[in-house]
């Protein structure tokens, strides 16, 4: 499995078919997920690079995914963490501290609605964090 993994996780179907197109045009290979739990079994079974986590979900929050990310053996601190949000960017930015603060390595923020471009970047490792890039 050398090729690059994404592993999505967002009630949103929509939005996750969005990031999957992106992905797949970078050379992706993606899974994805509409819940915390499918999240997880599908983490230990693809070992994804990265991950787009959405943080308001009726299951389980983006924060709890993230600790959770943190809590897993190496490599799973090194893999890129994207968040996502349509709510307020302050809370893209505090799942971002909690997730550096936890010892994740690359997480990045971006704000909904989001542009193809601005995941392509964020994807790419060219930004750092995008805060409602219209």
């Known amino acids: 499995m050398s090729k690059k993994r994404l592993l999505a996780v967002d009630d949103n179907k929509p939005f996750l078919e969005f990031v999957r197109k992106v992905a797949v045009e970078l050379g992706y290979d993606v899974e994805v997920a509409t819940s915390?739990?499918?999240?997880?079994?599908?983490?230990?079974?693809?070992?994804?690079?990265?991950?787009?986590?959405?943080?308001?979900?009726?299951?389980?929050?983006?924060?709890e995914i993230i600790q959770w990310l943190a809590n897993q053996e190496t490599p799973s601190r090194s893999?890129?963490?994207?968040?996502?949000?349509?709510?307020?960017?302050?809370?893209?930015?505090?799942?971002?501290?909690?997730?550096?603060?936890?010892?994740?390595?690359?997480?990045?923020?971006?704000?909904?609605?989001?542009?193809?471009?601005a995941l392509r970047d964020?994807?790419?490792?060219?930004?750092?964090?995008i805060q409602k890039a219209n």
């Open 79 to 117: 893999i890129q963490v994207i968040v996502v949000t349509g709510y307020s960017p302050e809370y893209a930015n505090l799942a971002k501290m909690l997730g550096e603060g936890k010892g994740l390595t690359a997480v990045k923020t971006l704000t909904k609605p989001i542009k193809a471009k």
């Open 36 to 63: 915390g739990a499918a999240f997880k079994k599908l983490f230990e079974d693809f070992q994804p690079h990265s991950v787009v986590v959405d943080l308001i979900m009726p299951d389980i929050d983006g924060m």
């Open 122 to 129: 964020a994807l790419s490792g060219e930004a750092e964090d």
